[in-house]
């Protein structure tokens, strides 16, 4: 396997409040609750679920901006990514929350140059918004709008080892598909539970202090198989 390629995660991770969140409690019927409970229970995926909550929305493009421009990320972060360049690894943010929010986040950080995969916030009038899921995948074990299992895999079928940075049930897939995980939050007990590789962090500044180790070996990862992202279900 070649170089690194890291996986990380926005909302909770990269970003302190969860974007998606702060804007479904600031702008969108209460209804968008029932959704979060049923997904929480397991009655739909996430796709559906977020689909549904963003169809609630009710706010201009310069609400939603004025609502995201409170918003903050980790501080250690814009430090980590330097780490990341200066070491050769590739990094690209995966998330199941909003590419919009997320992009205009990092863009106030300096930071708008990086790649994100995420469902597209796309406005249909001048209150009422939508969603689509350019990364979505029919195989996807947990019917997320971003699989992040398929962004895994293929990176692992580029020779690249992965390594996942998360925090909650999103990322639980993409777990077992990584060859090492950063963990944060509920990650860290699925990460235990399913014996997947990986250490806990509180943020970016433990994840600057773990890289040369994890460029040096020293911290284990399993051998991997590269498989078809078609065998995913």
């Not at 199941?96 to 950080?109: P, T």
């Not at 580029?158 to 777990?175: E, N, P, Q």
Request: aromatic share 6%; glycine share 6%.
């Amino acid at each position: 396997m070649g170089k690194w390629n890291i996986l990380c995660d926005f909302d909770g991770t990269i970003a302190i409040e969860d974007a998606t969140d702060a804007l479904l409690e600031r702008f969108a019927h209460p209804d968008w609750q029932r959704l979060e409970r049923d997904w929480r229970e397991g009655r739909i995926g996430s796709a559906e679920c977020m689909a549904g909550q963003v169809a609630l929305l009710d706010a201009s493009r310069e609400e939603i901006d004025a609502q995201l421009a409170t918003l903050r990320i980790d501080p250690a972060f814009a430090a980590f990514v330097e780490a990341t360049l200066a070491a050769g690894l590739t990094l690209c943010v995966v998330s199941d929350g909003l590419d919009y929010a997320i992009k205009s986040i990092l863009r106030r950080y300096g930071l708008h140059w990086l790649p994100v995969q995420a469902n597209h916030l796309v406005q249909t009038g001048e209150r009422s918004w939508k969603l689509e899921t350019p990364f979505a995948d029919a195989h996807c074990r947990i019917n997320s709008g971003h699989c992040k299992c398929v962004s895994a895999v293929r990176a692992h079928n580029k020779h690249r080892r992965v390594l996942l940075i998360g925090d909650g049930a999103s990322d639980f897939c993409a777990a077992g598909e990584a060859d090492f995980v950063f963990a944060k939050h509920r990650l860290i007990e699925h990460c235990r539970h399913a014996d997947i590789p990986h250490v806990s962090i509180v943020g970016f500044a433990d994840a600057i202090g773990l890289l040369p180790a994890l460029l040096a070996g020293k911290l284990h990862t399993p051998r991997r198989v590269l498989i078809p992202e078609t065998a995913l279900s």
